[in-house]
């Protein structure tokens, strides 16, 4: 998977069938987001916009870290992670979403492949 993910004209050359592989891939994440959907079923009261709030900062995450290194999403979601529950101390728990979407318009507008990203050079 991860070789065609990097290049996929390389693993068709090298005898990888490719359609097969993305099928695969898409079966393991539809059935590791089935299992979360039973599990968290059991806990919460289901709604069809209770993963909304997940999304979001996860998006977020991704954005602020970039997704240049396989860490740098890691990085970013410790760092919001920190500054999600200093905010829900000092600001409140109903703007502690308005901080997390500015922090990531800033960042957008500042470094838009992320903090830990890197500028690709266009020729």
Known sequence: MRAVSQNREAAELMGLDVPRLFALAFGISAAMAALAGIFLGGVRFMTPTMGSDPLMKALIVVIFGGIARFTSP??????????????????????????????????????????????????
């Open 74 to 123: 890691i990085y970013a979601a410790f760092i919001i992670g920190l500054v999600e529950s200093f905010s829900n101390y000092f600001v409140g728990l109903y703007w502690t979403p308005a901080v997390l979407f500015a922090m990531m318009i800033v960042v957008l507008f500042m470094k838009p492949s992320g903090l830990f990203g890197h500028h690709q050079r266009t020729l």
